[in-house]
Structures are given as structure tokens and as C-alpha cells.
């Protein structure tokens, strides 16, 4: 077998269900399978999985047990020559693991470690978590401090050496989306189950580069990651996120008292301002326009505009339009080519899932998604 998705999932029924569908577009022509590991949801994601998707493999888990280890288990019971870390927020193209696994080819280095891709929020912006470098005192410092945003001198955090349109070697891959041989995962350990979450994708991009392996931005293909949902900036998420990023530093560089209050304090900073980030406003919407082959009954309370080629929209109009494309209509590809070349401030994007008869999307990469049952 070439591929095996893994896909841990926690309380995010419906856009796993989104996830699964396209993954499952994009493995065609493909020898892989899909592993889904549930960490003990109160939500139906298992009976959903059950009813929609009787042919996959699903692990369910008897209590929460983390990032690391709930993929740890997935990938224990993986056959394929190759893995994908794969978040349930997630929504990859037709043709996303067909190129990767083709960049190989490409790329002229057998010490190839973790590939990873470009990532998109539900508004179509490129997401620079994307590409990483290894976050150092001085790197952590740039970032905290905004300095990354001055010059790219300063520019390591987000591997700014790289445009998101170039692909190329960098140090760290976001935990959303990780491809790489499963035999170069047990190597390695795996993700280190002594962290929760957080940290536990900059500790295996750092441990496969310590083998002497290089991680590699693959700009070529985009996946949607809508991020805000798979977590709330409270006060749990400060204090995870501190102790993550504290359990990275202290396994991986040289202890110090100084180090040690400085990674405090830019810790606790560094998540106060992702919890501040998190806005969750309501948006106005004046208008609708939906991209489908057939009218559709979406009850919707405003103006709707029928187009049935994504080529007739003209954004001309300052009024804030939400765009719904009917995914039976359009390919995962066409979808996300589209978010990305109409990306504006008046535009928001939700999908239509026919099979359960829901609008899904994300107005904000530090939001929570919207879920609109029809």
C-alpha cells in the first residue's frame, strides 16, 4: 500500500464528514486507505462515521489522549509505505497526495524527511504556519515581538527565505498536514506523547532534521485548514500552549535561568495574543451567491444569485456577499483555486454538503467555523 491518511478527530463531526469526502476524491487512482482515531467525542463523529463511511477504519479512543498520542495509535495500525497527518478541519484537492507523492521525484535528495503544503484559511489567505523554521530563543523573539513583519532579516519563524509560491527546504511543517514515510515516523519515536499538544509538530519536524533529513514546503498544491475550529483561545489553551512550548525547550536546548524566564514570558505573551486574536464576530451578510448546477433549497433569508460557472462571478459590488458552492457541482480543486483568486474583504466561502444537508466554512483564520444546518 503507497498511503495512509491518518485523521484524529474531537468534537468536529461536520467537518470531518467535509474532510473524509475529499480525501477520499483525492485517493482515487491511489493504493491507500484512511484511519480515523476519535478521542472520545461527545459529539456523533463516531456514529456519523459509522453511517456515512461503514468501509473505514475507525479507532474509537475511551478518553481524550492528545495530538501525539491519538496519531501515534492511528499510525500503529497504518500499512502504508508512506503516512499522512492529516487535521479533520482540513479539505485537501483532487489532486493533492497525486503531487506530492509525484514531487519526490523532484526533488533531488534521498534525505528527504517531512513534506508538508500550502496551507489556506476558509477566507482563501495563505496561512505562514505553513513553513516554519525552528523557533530558537532569538526566532521565538522576532515573533513575539512582531520583528518577523520588519524585514525579512528577521524572518526565520515563517522561513521567509521561501515566497508561499516556492517550494523548498525548511525547518519546521505544521502538525495540519505532514507527509512522510512511515518508516522515518518510527524512526524517529513518532510524536512524543510527554506533550499534549501544541509543540508536537516543531518537536517531530526537529527530530527527523536531527537524523541529517531535510523537511520540505511543497507550494504546488493548496489545502484549506480552517484552523480556528479545532481549538478555543481560553484559558486551557494558554496554559497548554505555555507548558507545550516550554516541554519543547527544555528537551532540545541548553537549560538556563535566563532562557528559562524569557521562554516564560513569551509564552504566556505570545498565547494572550493568540486568545485576543480569536474574534468570532458575526458577519452581515447582504447577499448570496450560490455555484451550482441546480437551484438548491437553502432557505436563506437574503438575495440569492444562481451561477452555474464559477467563471460568470464579477465581484463588482461592495456589499458582503458569501459565496456557497455545492461540492457534488464542483471539484475540492476548482473550489479552493477559486477561494484563492477572489480572496476580499466583502467575500466570505461556505461549502454545501448535500449528503447531510449543511453549509460549512470559516469567515476567520482565529475563529470558530460555522456549521449552518438546513
Not at 36 to 56: H, R, W
Request: aromatic fraction near 14%; charge should be neutral; glycine fraction near 6%.
Amino acid at each position: 500500500m503507497k498511503l495512509s491518511v491518518i485523521i484524529l478527530n474531537y468534537n468536529v463531526r461536520y467537518f470531518l464528514e467535509q474532510c473524509i469526502l475529499s480525501v477520499q476524491k483525492a485517493l482515487e487512482g491511489i493504493d491507500g486507505e484512511i484511519i480515523v482515531i476519535d478521542n472520545a467525542s461527545s459529539d456523533d463523529s463516531c456514529e456519523m462515521m459509522k453511517a456515512k463511511f461503514p468501509n473505514i477504519k475507525l479507532i474509537e479512543n475511551a478518553s481524550n489522549f492528545g495530538f501525539p498520542k491519538g496519531n501515534n495509535i492511528g499510525v500503529a495500525q497504518a500499512k502504508g509505505e508512506y503516512i499522512c497527518i492529516l487535521n479533520p478541519d482540513t479539505v485537501v484537492t483532487e489532486d493533492t497526495f497525486a503531487k506530492i507523492l509525484n514531487s519526490k521525484s523532484q526533488i533531488p535528495n534521498s534525505q528527504l524527511g517531512i513534506i508538508g503544503c500550502k496551507l489556506i484559511d476558509g477566507t482563501g489567505n495563505f496561512l505562514p504556519e505553513s513553513k516554519r523554521g525552528v523557533p530558537s530563543p532569538w526566532v521565538a523573539f522576532t515573533k513575539i515581538f512582531g520583528l518577523y513583519k520588519i524585514s525579512n532579516y528577521f524572518g526565520k519563524y515563517y522561513a521567509q527565505h521561501l515566497s508561499e509560491n516556492q517550494s523548498g527546504n525548511v525547518d519546521i511543517l505544521v502538525g495540519a498536514f505532514m507527509m512522510m514515510k512511515r518508516e522515518l515516523y518510527h524512526e524517529v519515536g513518532g510524536f512524543d506523547e510527554n506533550c499534549f499538544m501544541y509543540s508536537d509538530d516543531i518537536d517531530l519536524s526537529y527530530l527527523v532534521l536531527k537524523t541529517g533529513k531535510f523537511n520540505y514546503y511543497f507550494h504546488d498544491t493548496s489545502v484549506i485548514h480552517y484552523k480556528g475550529e479545532s481549538t478555543v483561545r481560553d484559558e486551557t489553551y494558554m496554559k497548554r500552549f505555555q507548558e507545550a512550548m516550554q516541554f519543547f525547550y527544555n528537551k532540545h536546548f541548553k537549560k538556563s535561568l535566563f532562557f528559562d524566564v524569557m521562554m516564560q514570558v513569551g509564552s504566556f505573551v505570545f498565547s494572550l495574543f493568540k486568545k485576543n486574536q480569536q474574534k468570532n464576530k458575526q458577519r452581515t451578510i447582504d447577499e448570496y451567491v450560490v455555484f451550482s448546477k441546480a437551484e438548491l433549497d437553502l432557505k436563506l433569508s437574503k438575495k440569492i444569485t444562481y451561477l452555474s460557472d464559477l467563471n460568470q462571478f464579477k465581484n463588482q459590488s461592495k456589499k458582503n456577499i458569501e459565496i456557497i458552492f455545492d461540492i457534488t457541482a464542483f471539484s475540492f480543486t476548482e473550489i479552493i483555486t477559486f477561494m484563492q483568486s477572489n480572496r476580499s474583504q466583502n467575500l466570505s466561502f461556505k461549502n454545501y454538503i448535500s449528503s447531510s444537508n449543511y453549509l460549512i466554512g470559516s469567515n476567520n483564520s482565529n475563529d470558530r467555523g460555522q456549521i449552518i444546518l438546513l
